[in-house]
């Protein structure tokens, strides 16, 4: 048996059903007594198994062909797949096209989706930020900021586990063009909480977030996808959120005041910061310490090694072409010289003691 043509649908979608139209003929030198069997095999996973199509050869004549339609077929995933020989047919017409693709199913924002992990998600907005900020349980800050080139784009959505055993909700499965995830962030200033790795209970449905740096010049392009098989593969389901000119907000260094040295109780660093950009934000700093000498050997810290100040976690929210003043506080006033440094700006001041 060769199969001599094959056709299917143009345009399939994760999800749709279909079916193709084959011909074949039975090119060997006697009656074919059984009938024959063509398989279409997924490509971007290797322990799927094909779905198979039955082809009525049973009876055809040698030299004979025979046309009808074959499916149906389940498009179970996005990507391509490849029609390929299965029993009793042991070859394809060279002009036979064995690539059928399956593009990704379209959502728009505020939709839920339903996918065969068993969780639903629904998309609702996404924001701009130039950094996202982690406050450790004793207080300490960390700072993830971006470059000037690219910025954070932080997914807020809500994921309902209708299910009766828990799912968790992958990072893995996760996509969004040229963006890569940040995890193990808790940002105090966003609703809700980080979504990545969150394990949803039967019968729970929670709303958070989830955030991704993305270059600049995409947020036309920006798309939130969901991949069954993890981020290697093509996206189920994506989420057009782009925006041709999005507003986005730009925080400069507008004006500090550091002491010139340390007060004996509390010392304040006080800085006014600029939104230089067209959309409202929150911006989020820290401040990091260095000694520069041998702080002593009952010191936690050691010289010349820049730390996180403890408590010093500033933010703001502040309008398009205002400015807001942020503060935080050092209690120490000992008899060295410590360097403080204002992120994620950089700024760098010297503070000698009293």
Same mark, same amino acid.
């Given at each position: 048996?060769?199969? @001599?043509?094959?056709?299917?649908?143009?345009?399939?979608?994760?999800?749709?059903?279909?079916?193709?139209?084959?011909?074949?003929?039975?090119?060997?030198?006697?009656?074919?007594?059984?009938?024959?069997?063509?398989?279409?095999?997924?490509? #971007?996973?290797?322990?799927?198994?094909?779905?198979? +199509?039955?082809?009525?050869?049973?009876?055809?004549?040698?030299?004979? $062909?025979?046309?009808?339609?074959?499916?149906? /077929?389940?498009?179970?995933?996005?990507?391509?797949?490849?029609?390929?020989?299965?029993?009793?047919?042991?070859? @394809? +017409?060279?002009?036979?096209?064995?690539?059928?693709?399956?593009?990704?199913?379209?959502?728009?924002?505020?939709?839920?989706?339903?996918?065969?992990?068993?969780?639903?998600?629904?998309?609702?907005?996404?924001?701009?930020?130039?950094?996202?900020?982690?406050?450790?349980?004793?207080?300490?800050?960390?700072?993830?900021?971006?470059?000037?080139?690219?910025?954070?784009?932080?997914?807020?959505?809500?994921?309902? &586990?209708?299910?009766? !055993?828990?799912?968790?909700?992958?990072?893995?499965?996760?996509?969004?063009?040229?963006?890569?995830?940040?995890?193990?962030?808790?940002?105090?200033?966003?609703?809700?909480?980080?979504?990545?790795?969150?394990?949803?209970?039967?019968?729970?449905?929670?709303?958070?977030?989830?955030?991704?740096?993305?270059?600049?010049?995409?947020?036309?392009?920006?798309?939130?996808?969901? &991949?069954?098989?993890?981020? !290697?593969?093509?996206?189920?389901?994506?989420?057009?959120?782009?925006?041709?000119?999005?507003?986005?907000?730009? /925080?400069?260094?507008?004006?500090?005041?550091?002491?010139?040295?340390?007060? !004996?109780?509390? #010392?304040?660093?006080?800085?006014?910061?600029? &939104? $230089?950009?067209?959309?409202?934000?929150?911006?989020?700093?820290?401040?990091?310490?260095?000694?520069?000498?041998?702080?002593?050997?009952?010191?936690?810290?050691?010289?010349?090694?820049?730390?996180?100040?403890?408590?010093?976690?500033?933010?703001?929210?502040?309008?398009?072409?205002?400015?807001?003043?942020?503060?935080?506080?050092?209690?120490?006033?000992?008899?060295?010289?410590?360097?403080?440094?204002?992120?994620?700006?950089?700024?760098?001041? #010297?503070?000698?003691?009293?």
């Amino acid at each position: 048996m060769k199969l @001599l043509s094959v056709s299917f649908p143009e345009e399939l979608t994760f999800g749709d059903e279909f079916e193709g139209q084959v011909t074949f003929a039975n090119v060997g030198g006697e009656q074919v007594e059984e009938n024959a069997e063509i398989q279409l095999h997924r490509l #971007t996973t290797g322990d799927e198994e094909p779905q198979t +199509a039955e082809l009525n050869a049973e009876g055809l004549k040698s030299g004979e $062909t025979k046309s009808h339609s074959i499916g149906r /077929f389940e498009a179970t995933a996005a990507g391509d797949y490849r029609l390929e020989s299965g029993v009793n047919v042991y070859s @394809l +017409a060279e002009e036979i096209e064995p690539l059928v693709s399956v593009e990704p199913a379209e959502y728009d924002r505020n939709t839920q989706i339903e996918l065969p992990d068993g969780l639903r998600y629904t998309v609702t907005d996404v924001r701009f930020e130039q950094s996202l900020l982690n406050v450790n349980s004793d207080g300490r800050p960390e700072l993830r900021t971006t470059l000037e080139d690219r910025i954070l784009a932080v997914f807020n959505l809500t994921v309902a &586990n209708p299910q009766t !055993d828990s799912r968790e909700v992958s990072a893995e499965r996760i996509s969004v063009p040229n963006g890569s995830g940040i995890t193990g962030m808790n940002d105090p200033v966003l609703e809700g909480e980080q979504l990545s790795g969150r394990v949803v209970n039967p019968g729970e449905s929670v709303t958070g977030w989830m955030a991704f740096v993305v270059p600049q010049d995409s947020l036309a392009d920006l798309t939130f996808g969901i &991949n069954l098989a993890g981020t !290697d593969s093509p996206a189920e389901a994506i989420v057009d959120v782009g925006q041709e000119s999005p507003s986005v907000p730009q /925080f400069e260094l507008a004006e500090q005041t550091f002491p010139a040295t340390f007060n !004996d109780d509390e #010392t304040e660093f006080t800085f006014e910061i600029a &939104n $230089t950009g067209d959309e409202a934000g929150t911006f989020r700093g820290l401040i990091e310490f260095l000694f520069l000498e041998d702080p002593g050997i009952f010191s936690s810290y050691q010289e010349d090694t820049w730390y996180k100040l403890d408590g010093s976690a500033m933010t703001a929210v502040i309008p398009p072409g205002d400015t807001r003043t942020v503060s935080a506080t050092t209690s120490y006033s000992g008899d060295i010289e410590v360097n403080y440094r204002l992120q994620p700006f950089g700024y760098e001041q #010297t503070v000698k003691p009293n």
